[in-house]
T-cell receptor, first 117, second 114 residues
């Protein structure tokens, strides 16, 4: 079955510290992987995506993620966290159907990030 | 670019009434839009996939007669919650698919049924 697992429900880091949010997926085909961020009461903003090619992808706001097929992982990282990064982070896996149309996304349960001053 | 709007951002309605939520792609055309529901402190659950000019595809367990979806144009999809009940209170989020398979999300609509 297709699924996404985010093992950490809540993570707290100090401002300026590095961050890694874990994501593992189970998907039958070659996955398309995404990280989204959601601030309280808001919709989701796309941070980055992986379709193919270089397994280390760069996103907005200084985030990056690395696709590791052997580990079925797509962990999100940031070298130095800012207080404004406090939010909920969702990993998602999906498929692009034949012809390039978007299939639905399967979301993990999210990781809440708190940032200590 | 790739902005998706939702209207209203929040709504309170009485039990038994119907509520319509609009989802618009403001600067691009979206043949496919998605409707999600999010309960407090939980992830997004896909309700249905909306394709322009055709019937929506509903996920298992979602009542199609209760959650009416219309995708009349390439920039607008609507979700109507019919005969709303308190258990329908939730955060409803739409998304529109981009050209590279990513999805762009609207800001969400908070529905409270009293």
């Amino acid at each position: 079955a297709q699924s996404v697992t985010q093992p950490d429900i809540h993570i707290t880091v100090s401002e300026g510290a590095s961050l890694e949010l874990r994501c593992n997926y189970s998907y039958g085909a070659t996955p398309y992987l995404f990280w989204y961020v959601q601030s309280p009461g808001q919709g989701l903003q796309l941070l980055l995506k992986y379709f193919s090619g270089d397994t280390l992808v760069q996103g907005i706001k200084g985030f990056e993620a690395e696709f590791k097929r052997s580990q079925s992982s797509f962990n999100l990282r940031k070298p130095s966290v800012h207080w404004s990064d406090a939010a909920e982070y969702f990993c998602a896996v999906g498929a692009v159907n034949y012809g390039g149309s978007q299939g639905n996304l399967i979301f993990g349960k999210g990781t809440k990030l708190s940032v200590k001053p | 670019g790739a902005v998706v709007s939702q209207h209203p951002s929040w709504v309170i309605c009485k039990s038994g009434t119907s509520v319509k939520i609009e989802c618009r792609s403001l600067d691009f055309q979206a043949t496919t839009m998605f409707w999600y529901r999010q309960f407090p402190k939980q992830s997004l659950m896909l309700m249905a996939t909306s394709n322009e000019g055709s019937k929506a595809t509903y996920e298992q367990g979602v009542e199609k007669d209760k959650f009416l979806i219309n995708h009349a144009s390439l920039t607008l999809s609507t979700l109507t919650v019919t005969s709303a009940h308190p258990e329908d209170s939730s955060f409803y989020i739409c998304s529109a698919s981009g050209t590279e398979g990513e999805q762009y999300f609207g800001p969400g609509t908070r529905l409270t049924v009293t």
